[in-house]
């Protein structure tokens, strides 16, 4: 079955900054990787989203890349603000599986004012 | 709310006991998810449902899970003799597959926690 790893596991930044996140998949049939951002108590929310037959997608702060060739994609957020902070979470699917998230372990990511 | 909605949002029972959950998906979406978030980790999925059709089960679930979804509409899981090890938030998601995979809402969640 598929497997996401993500990095960093928790990650602080300075409000101004850029932040980026990592994750690698296993799955080559992997065709759909979301980011969801989760507040504390709260349930994940898509912030952004892209397909296998794209390389970037960018939406306003947020950007995400895509590497199908070394199965990575990244997050970036620039300007970061304090209402940023929050766990984000990578995941893929595809092939097979229904729409079926793998998610990665998550970031825990901080931004100090 | 026309979004994702699960009851109850915290559940405290005794070792042994059986629960249920409830989703109540968007009421488009012919697919529905459950999954089990446990603290510092993602979301590790548990089951899915296309319609009332439960097409795929998570090889981790033990037997004493069990999740229905009649008519299509709205599921439950039920864990029956419930263990310490079963604490953790249950997530509901749903979304709609016009051909391919797109966007899971998620539900608030039902937190469980086995004393």
């Known amino acids: 079955g598929e497997n996401v790893e993500q990095h960093p596991s928790t990650l602080s930044v300075q409000e101004g900054d850029s932040a980026v996140i990592k994750c690698t998949y296993s799955?080559?049939?992997?065709?759909?990787f979301p980011w969801y951002k989760q507040e504390l108590g709260k349930r994940p929310q898509l912030i952004i989203d892209i397909r296998s037959n794209v390389g970037e997608k960018k939406d306003q702060r947020i950007a995400v890349t895509l590497n199908k060739t070394a199965k990575h994609f990244s997050l970036h957020i620039t300007e970061t603000q304090p209402e940023d902070s929050a766990v984000y979470f990578c995941a893929a699917s595809g092939g097979t599986s229904y729409g079926k998230l793998t998610f990665g372990q998550g970031t825990i990511l901080t931004v100090h004012p | 709310d026309t979004g994702v909605s699960q009851n109850p949002r915290h559940k405290i029972t005794k070792r042994g006991q059986n629960v249920t959950f409830r989703c109540d998906p968007i009421s488009e979406h012919n697919r529905l998810y459950w999954y089990r978030q446990t603290l510092g980790q993602g979301p590790e999925f548990l089951t899915y449902f296309q319609n009332e059709a439960q097409l795929e089960k998570s090889r981790l679930l033990s037997d004493r899970f069990s999740a229905e979804r009649p008519k299509g509409s709205f599921s439950t899981l039920e864990i029956q003799r419930t263990e310490q090890g079963d604490s953790a938030m249950y997530l509901c998601?749903?979304?709609?597959?016009?051909?391919?995979?797109?966007?899971?809402?998620f539900g608030q969640g039902t937190r469980l926690t086995v004393v």
């Open positions: 998601a749903s979304s709609s597959s016009p051909g391919g995979d797109t966007e899971a809402f």
């Open positions: 799955d080559s049939a992997s065709n759909y």
